[in-house]
C-alpha cells in the first residue's frame, strides 16, 4: 500500500524556521495536506493543496512541494506551535482514492 | 459555525457492541463526506472510511472492511461508528471529520480524493475485561 514518509521529530529553538518533510511517489501527481495536533486536541487543517492557508490560520505556516517531497515550513517558531504534525494525501491508484496519512512529526520548541 | 459534536466516552468489554456518533451543525450535512479517523494511544492517525450522507455512498480503507460499520441519518444530522463486537485492540480515540471531496485527473481518467476540514473532538472508547 502507499505510504508517506516523515521523520519522527524535529526541534528547533523559538524565533527559528521549522521545516517538516513529506516524501511519497505520488506527490508530484497528487496534492498534500498538513495538520497540526497539540497534545490531548483534534487534529485541525493548517496547510492544503501543497500550500493554501485556512483561513484563520498564522501566516508563518507555509508549504511547498518538489518532486516527491513536500515540505511544511514555520517560520518565527512560537512555543504554541510545539505538536504533532500529519502529512495526509490520496493512496496512488483508483477511481475513488483512499486517504493516506503520514506517520507524523513530533516539533519539539527547546 | 461549522460543527461536529461527537459522543461521550465509552467503556466497554471485549466481545461487547457499540455505536459512536457525531452531529453535524452549521453545514449542509448531506452534501459532505463525513468519516472517521483512529488514534491509538500513543500513535499516529488512521483513515476509516467515509459515508456521504446525501445517499449514503460507504468508502472504507482495507484496513477497517469488514471491522467497523460507518452509517449516518441525515433528518438528524448524524453519523455513527459501529462495532458488532468489540476487541481489546478497538482502544483508542475515534474522530469524526468533514471531507472535502475533488476530482482530479490521471492517464487512467479522473479520479476523486479527499481531505479533511472540520474535525469532532473525538471519542474515546476503552476495551478492558
Known amino acids: 500500500s502507499y505510504e508517506l514518509t516523515q521523520p519522527p521529530s524535529v526541534s528547533v529553538s523559538p524565533g527559528q524556521t521549522a521545516r517538516i518533510t513529506c516524501s511519497g511517489d505520488?506527490?508530484?501527481?497528487?496534492?498534500a495536506y498538513w495538520y497540526q495536533q497539540k497534545p490531548g486536541q483534534a487534529p485541525v487543517l493548517v496547510i492544503y493543496?501543497?500550500?493554501e492557508r485556512p483561513s484563520g490560520i498564522p501566516e508563518r505556516f507555509s508549504g511547498s512541494s518538489s518532486g516527491t517531497t513536500v515540505t511544511l515550513t514555520i517560520s518565527g517558531v512560537q512555543a504554541e506551535d510545539e505538536a504533532d504534525y500529519y502529512c495526509q494525501s490520496a493512496d496512488s491508484s483508483g477511481t475513488y482514492r483512499d486517504v493516506v496519512f503520514g506517520g507524523g512529526t513530533k516539533l519539539t520548541v527547546l | 459555525e461549522v460543527q461536529l459534536v461527537q459522543s461521550g466516552a465509552e467503556v466497554k468489554k471485549p466481545g461487547e457492541s457499540l455505536k459512536i456518533s457525531c452531529k453535524g451543525s452549521g453545514y449542509s450535512f448531506t452534501s459532505y463526506w463525513i468519516g472517521w479517523v483512529r488514534q491509538m494511544p500513543g500513535k499516529g492517525l488512521e483513515w476509516m472510511g467515509i459515508?456521504?450522507?446525501?445517499?449514503?455512498?460507504?468508502r472504507y480503507s482495507p484496513s477497517f472492511q469488514g471491522q467497523v460499520t460507518i452509517s449516518a441519518d441525515k433528518s438528524i444530522s448524524t453519523a455513527y461508528l459501529q462495532w458488532s463486537s468489540l476487541k481489546a485492540s478497538d482502544t483508542a480515540m475515534y474522530y469524526c471529520?468533514?471531507?472535502?471531496?475533488?476530482?482530479?485527473?490521471?492517464?487512467?481518467?479522473?479520479?476523486?480524493?479527499?481531505?479533511?476540514?472540520?474535525w469532532g473532538k473525538g471519542t474515546t472508547v476503552t476495551v478492558s475485561s
Open positions: 459515508i456521504y450522507p446525501g445517499d449514503s455512498d460507504t
Open positions: 471529520a468533514r471531507h472535502r471531496s475533488r476530482q482530479a485527473g490521471s492517464s487512467t481518467g479522473p479520479y476523486y480524493y479527499y481531505y479533511m476540514d472540520v
Open positions: 505520488a506527490l508530484p501527481k497528487q496534492y
Open positions: 493543496k501543497d500550500s
